[in-house]
Protein backbone atom coordinates (compact mmCIF):
# COMPACT_ATOMS: atom_id res chain seq x y z
CA UNK A 1 0.00 0.00 0.00
CA UNK A 2 1.33 3.62 -0.93
CA UNK A 3 0.29 5.04 2.45
CA UNK A 4 -1.76 8.39 2.48
CA UNK A 5 -0.85 10.56 -0.31
CA UNK A 6 -1.40 13.92 -0.50
CA UNK A 7 -1.10 16.50 -3.29
CA UNK A 8 0.82 19.68 -3.58
CA UNK A 9 3.48 18.44 -1.22
CA UNK A 10 4.42 21.98 -2.02
CA UNK A 11 2.49 25.35 -2.79
CA UNK A 12 3.45 28.78 -2.81
CA UNK A 13 0.55 31.21 -3.48
CA UNK A 14 -0.19 35.05 -3.28
CA UNK A 15 -2.99 36.39 -0.78
CA UNK A 16 -6.39 36.17 -1.87
CA UNK A 17 -5.48 33.21 -4.12
CA UNK A 18 -7.63 29.59 -4.36
CA UNK A 19 -5.73 26.99 -2.58
CA UNK A 20 -6.76 23.36 -2.90
CA UNK A 21 -5.25 20.60 -0.55
CA UNK A 22 -6.21 16.97 -1.95
CA UNK A 23 -5.39 13.85 -0.51
CA UNK A 24 -5.99 9.86 -1.14
CA UNK A 25 -6.52 7.94 2.35
CA UNK A 26 -5.20 4.51 2.46
CA UNK A 27 -7.99 1.63 0.67
CA UNK A 28 -10.64 0.24 3.03
CA UNK A 29 -10.01 3.34 5.80
CA UNK A 30 -12.88 4.75 6.48
CA UNK A 31 -12.34 7.91 8.96
CA UNK A 32 -10.14 10.89 7.25
CA UNK A 33 -8.72 13.69 9.43
CA UNK A 34 -7.25 17.21 8.30
CA UNK A 35 -4.67 18.73 9.96
CA UNK A 36 -3.01 21.59 10.29
CA UNK A 37 0.77 22.69 11.98
CA UNK A 38 2.37 25.77 12.69
CA UNK A 39 5.26 26.42 15.10
CA UNK A 40 2.86 28.91 17.31
CA UNK A 41 -0.12 26.28 17.79
CA UNK A 42 1.51 22.99 17.03
CA UNK A 43 -1.07 20.15 15.22
CA UNK A 44 -4.36 21.39 15.23
CA UNK A 45 -7.59 19.19 13.93
CA UNK A 46 -9.52 20.96 11.53
CA UNK A 47 -12.08 18.56 10.62
CA UNK A 48 -12.53 14.84 10.19
CA UNK A 49 -14.82 12.29 8.24
CA UNK A 50 -16.45 8.74 9.18
CA UNK A 51 -17.37 7.06 5.90
CA UNK A 52 -17.44 10.20 3.70
CA UNK A 53 -19.62 12.11 6.15
CA UNK A 54 -18.03 15.09 7.88
CA UNK A 55 -18.18 14.81 11.21
CA UNK A 56 -16.71 17.21 13.29
CA UNK A 57 -15.67 20.69 11.29
CA UNK A 58 -14.82 23.33 14.58
CA UNK A 59 -11.67 22.98 13.81
CA UNK A 60 -12.00 24.58 10.93
CA UNK A 61 -11.05 28.60 11.41
CA UNK A 62 -13.02 30.06 9.48
CA UNK A 63 -15.49 30.46 6.77
CA UNK A 64 -12.32 30.75 4.11
CA UNK A 65 -11.63 27.01 4.84
CA UNK A 66 -13.94 24.02 3.43
CA UNK A 67 -13.41 20.59 2.86
CA UNK A 68 -14.93 17.49 0.77
CA UNK A 69 -15.10 14.29 0.53
CA UNK A 70 -16.97 13.08 -2.43
CA UNK A 71 -16.22 9.49 -2.56
CA UNK A 72 -14.10 7.54 0.33
CA UNK A 73 -10.75 7.73 -2.00
CA UNK A 74 -10.48 11.27 -2.26
CA UNK A 75 -10.64 14.42 -0.16
CA UNK A 76 -10.23 17.95 -0.38
CA UNK A 77 -8.97 20.93 1.80
CA UNK A 78 -9.58 24.58 0.29
CA UNK A 79 -9.23 27.94 1.20
CA UNK A 80 -10.72 31.01 -0.43
CA UNK A 81 -9.42 33.24 -0.13
CA UNK A 82 -5.87 32.69 1.19
CA UNK A 83 -4.05 34.69 3.48
CA UNK A 84 -0.26 35.15 4.62
CA UNK A 85 -1.87 33.57 8.08
CA UNK A 86 -2.95 30.37 6.63
CA UNK A 87 0.76 29.47 5.80
CA UNK A 88 1.11 26.26 7.55
CA UNK A 89 2.05 22.44 7.23
CA UNK A 90 -1.53 20.66 6.32
CA UNK A 91 -1.64 17.09 7.07
CA UNK A 92 -3.94 14.11 5.87
CA UNK A 93 -4.71 11.12 8.07
CA UNK A 94 -7.03 8.17 7.69
CA UNK A 95 -7.38 5.14 10.15
CA UNK A 96 -9.40 2.40 10.58
CA UNK A 97 -11.01 1.14 13.59
CA UNK A 98 -9.89 -2.08 15.24
CA UNK A 99 -11.68 -3.34 18.04
CA UNK A 100 -12.28 0.13 19.59
CA UNK A 101 -8.70 1.16 19.33
CA UNK A 102 -7.97 3.33 16.34
CA UNK A 103 -4.63 3.99 14.55
CA UNK A 104 -4.24 6.89 12.49
CA UNK A 105 -1.50 7.08 9.47
CA UNK A 106 -0.39 10.22 8.20
CA UNK A 107 0.58 11.59 4.76
CA UNK A 108 3.85 13.69 4.30
CA UNK A 109 1.75 16.83 4.62
CA UNK A 110 1.67 19.91 2.02
CA UNK A 111 3.72 22.85 3.16
CA UNK A 112 1.66 25.77 1.84
CA UNK A 113 2.79 29.53 2.09
CA UNK A 114 0.90 32.14 1.67
CA UNK A 115 2.75 35.96 0.53
CA UNK B 1 -10.24 13.42 26.48
CA UNK B 2 -8.42 12.73 29.61
CA UNK B 3 -5.31 15.65 29.23
CA UNK B 4 -1.77 14.39 29.15
CA UNK B 5 1.78 15.85 30.55
CA UNK B 6 4.66 14.87 28.66
CA UNK B 7 8.23 16.71 29.64
CA UNK B 8 9.28 19.03 27.32
CA UNK B 9 12.32 17.62 26.28
CA UNK B 10 14.64 14.81 26.64
CA UNK B 11 18.29 13.70 25.71
CA UNK B 12 20.10 10.15 25.55
CA UNK B 13 22.66 8.66 24.51
CA UNK B 14 22.58 6.13 21.46
CA UNK B 15 22.14 2.87 22.20
CA UNK B 16 21.14 3.65 25.19
CA UNK B 17 17.07 2.71 26.35
CA UNK B 18 15.00 6.26 25.93
CA UNK B 19 12.32 6.19 28.88
CA UNK B 20 9.42 8.55 28.14
CA UNK B 21 6.89 9.19 30.84
CA UNK B 22 3.59 10.56 30.50
CA UNK B 23 1.00 11.44 33.29
CA UNK B 24 -2.83 10.90 32.43
CA UNK B 25 -4.42 11.22 36.23
CA UNK B 26 -7.60 11.95 34.80
CA UNK B 27 -7.85 8.96 32.51
CA UNK B 28 -10.93 6.62 32.76
CA UNK B 29 -11.39 2.92 32.09
CA UNK B 30 -12.29 2.67 28.59
CA UNK B 31 -9.56 5.10 27.35
CA UNK B 32 -6.44 4.14 25.03
CA UNK B 33 -3.16 5.68 25.71
CA UNK B 34 -1.85 5.69 22.23
CA UNK B 35 2.10 6.93 21.01
CA UNK B 36 2.87 8.64 17.97
CA UNK B 37 6.07 10.54 16.84
CA UNK B 38 7.00 13.14 14.42
CA UNK B 39 10.39 13.16 13.17
CA UNK B 40 11.71 16.62 11.47
CA UNK B 41 9.43 18.14 8.36
CA UNK B 42 7.88 14.33 8.26
CA UNK B 43 3.92 13.80 9.59
CA UNK B 44 3.29 11.93 12.54
CA UNK B 45 3.81 7.95 13.03
CA UNK B 46 2.26 5.29 14.84
CA UNK B 47 4.02 3.85 17.61
CA UNK B 48 2.53 1.99 20.16
CA UNK B 49 -1.27 1.64 22.13
CA UNK B 50 -2.15 -0.03 25.29
CA UNK B 51 -5.27 -0.52 27.47
CA UNK B 52 -4.47 -2.14 30.89
CA UNK B 53 -1.89 -4.41 29.90
CA UNK B 54 1.60 -3.38 29.10
CA UNK B 55 2.69 -3.92 25.00
CA UNK B 56 5.42 -4.03 22.97
CA UNK B 57 6.47 -4.35 19.45
CA UNK B 58 9.33 -4.19 16.94
CA UNK B 59 9.63 -0.24 17.38
CA UNK B 60 8.94 -0.15 21.38
CA UNK B 61 7.39 -1.04 24.51
CA UNK B 62 4.95 0.68 26.61
CA UNK B 63 4.70 0.29 29.99
CA UNK B 64 1.65 1.44 32.00
CA UNK B 65 1.15 1.67 35.34
CA UNK B 66 -1.66 -0.17 37.58
CA UNK B 67 -3.47 2.88 38.04
CA UNK B 68 -3.45 3.47 34.86
CA UNK B 69 -2.51 6.85 35.81
CA UNK B 70 0.80 7.17 33.96
CA UNK B 71 2.48 5.24 31.03
CA UNK B 72 6.52 5.26 29.70
CA UNK B 73 7.42 4.79 26.14
CA UNK B 74 10.54 2.83 25.84
CA UNK B 75 13.00 2.76 22.97
CA UNK B 76 15.40 -0.13 23.94
CA UNK B 77 17.69 1.19 22.02
CA UNK B 78 18.12 4.86 20.77
CA UNK B 79 19.59 5.75 17.45
CA UNK B 80 19.81 9.02 16.21
CA UNK B 81 17.13 8.57 13.73
CA UNK B 82 15.14 7.89 17.45
CA UNK B 83 15.29 11.95 17.70
CA UNK B 84 11.60 13.40 17.16
CA UNK B 85 9.01 14.75 18.78
CA UNK B 86 6.43 12.17 20.98
CA UNK B 87 3.10 12.75 21.80
CA UNK B 88 1.32 10.55 24.63
CA UNK B 89 -2.43 10.84 23.42
CA UNK B 90 -5.33 9.37 25.60
CA UNK B 91 -8.60 8.27 23.86
CA UNK B 92 -11.77 7.17 24.80
CA UNK B 93 -12.29 3.32 23.17
CA UNK B 94 -14.98 3.79 20.59
CA UNK B 95 -16.11 7.32 20.83
CA UNK B 96 -16.09 9.86 17.74
CA UNK B 97 -12.44 9.71 16.20
CA UNK B 98 -10.75 13.13 17.54
CA UNK B 99 -7.26 12.27 18.11
CA UNK B 100 -5.62 15.75 19.89
CA UNK B 101 -2.11 16.04 19.49
CA UNK B 102 -0.01 18.21 22.71
CA UNK B 103 2.96 19.74 22.78
CA UNK B 104 4.71 16.11 23.22
CA UNK B 105 8.24 15.55 24.22
CA UNK B 106 11.40 16.32 21.71
CA UNK B 107 13.70 14.02 22.21
CA UNK B 108 17.13 14.07 20.89
CA UNK B 109 19.76 11.28 20.65
CA UNK B 110 22.94 12.17 21.24
CA UNK B 111 25.87 10.08 19.24
Redesign the interface.
Known sequence: DAGVIQSPRHEVTEMGQEVTLRCKPISGHNSLFWYRQTMMRGLELLIYFNNNVPIDDSGMPEDRFSAKMPNASFSTLKIQPSEPRDSAVYFCASSLQVSGANVLTFGAGSRLTVL | DAKTTQPTSMDCAEGRAANLPCNHSTISGNE?V?W?RQIH??????II?G?KNNETNEMASLIITEDRKSSTLILPHATLRDTAVYYCIV?A??T????????GTSLTVIP
Open positions: YYYSQGPQYHLRKNGNQFYFGT
